[in-house]
């Protein structure tokens, strides 16, 4: 799905048209309270950070009175998109995938998720990796600087306490996360 994302934004603006990329019941199965947890890894983050927006389908949408049982995805949606809203100027920023290797991958039941980052050059990287056991390195030889890392929980929706100063202007080891590597 990222692929499918970042080729349509980059054909868009090169169309001189940029358009917002929607993957809109794009999912091969639906969302539910017993998949929000593999629907967070494989789809909601990798998909924000590549720039594009997502709509999920419900399992069962048409024979529901009770949406309280998506609850997981719910809240999973909204802290990524709150860590967007809050923190990034994600207008301004590109998928940059590239600039990330050595992170670990993770295979979801439909596809390989890789590692993400969502950047605005030389001020701001939002990287995603779906593993936290091998997180990479961050090539920021075009960026020097420095730069303040921090880590976010995905599932709780809160950064980490804590954080690090680092120098850019060559490739960074992003190293583990402090709590909780799943």
Do not use: C
């Amino acid at each position: 799905q990222t692929d499918i994302v970042e080729y349509w934004r980059k054909a868009s603006l090169a169309a001189g048209f940029p358009q917002v990329i929607g993957m809109d019941e794009y999912f091969p199965d639906n969302a539910s309270a017993t998949n929000a947890d593999r629907h967070r890894r494989e789809y909601t983050w990798s998909i924000y950070l590549s720039g594009g927006q997502l709509e999920y389908i419900l399992e069962d949408l048409i024979k529901t009175d009770d949406f309280r049982k998506y609850e997981p995805v719910w809240n999973y949606t909204w802290y990524a998109r709150k860590f967007l809203e809050e923190n990034m100027p994600f207008w301004e920023m590109e998928p940059m995938d590239e600039l990330l290797t050595g992170a670990a991958t993770y295979q979801g039941k439909n596809n390989l998720v890789t590692g993400q980052v969502f950047a605005k050059p030389g001020e701001l990287y939002a990287v995603y990796v779906p593993v936290g056991d091998s997180t990479g390195t961050l090539d920021l030889s075009a960026a020097p600087g420095k730069y303040t890392q921090r880590w976010y929980n995905p599932r709780t929706g809160k950064f980490v306490p804590g954080s690090k100063m680092i120098e850019g202007g060559k490739p960074v080891i992003l190293g583990p996360p402090p709590a909780e590597v799943s």
